[in-house]
């Protein structure tokens, strides 16, 4: 696990993906989603500026929003 409890290869190609224009940015929802399925539902992205996105999510456990 990397340093925020991701998979090492995932928070990877997060910060690759977090880097380079939006293209990429539906690969890195397809890799939160994919990396956090067992807990979270991710939905779609709501709104990011510098080095932070914020995605929209379903806690699955409490039944709420989060936002991740």
């Given amino acids: 696990m990397g340093p925020?409890?991701?998979p090492?290869?995932?928070e990877?190609?997060?910060l690759v993906d977090a880097a380079s224009p939006e293209p990429h940015g539906s690969d890195v929802l397809n890799c939160l989603t994919t990396a956090l399925a067992?807990?979270?539902r991710v939905e779609r992205k709501i709104?990011?500026?510098g080095m932070a996105t914020?995605?929209?999510a379903e806690d699955l456990k409490h039944h709420r929003?989060?936002?991740a």
Avoid: Q, S
């Fill in 4 to 6: 925020v409890g991701l």
């Fill in 8 to 10: 090492e290869a995932v």
């Fill in 12 to 14: 990877r190609r997060i």
């Fill in 38 to 40: 067992d807990r979270y």
């Fill in 47 to 49: 709104g990011g500026r």
């Fill in 54 to 56: 914020v995605y929209l």
């Fill in 65 to 67: 929003e989060v936002r």
